[in-house]
């Protein structure tokens, strides 16, 4: 799934939202963190 796909999945209404918030969480954008994810599983809530 496309990083926009995702936002949508999660019920984000529009991408800038989710990246905002994944920002706060993880620290790094979406895009930054999928080649460090490592394949490890991602919570958001």
């Known amino acids: 799934m ?3 796909e ?6 984000y ?3 800038p939202s989710f990246s905002k918030a994944f920002r706060r969480k993880f ?6 963190y999928l080649p460090k994810r490592n394949l490890k599983k991602v919570r958001l809530g």
């Open 13 to 15: 209404a529009s991408l």
């Open 6 to 11: 995702v936002a949508y999945a999660v019920g």
């Open 27 to 32: 620290g790094d954008s979406p895009i930054a």
């Open 2 to 4: 496309s990083v926009t």
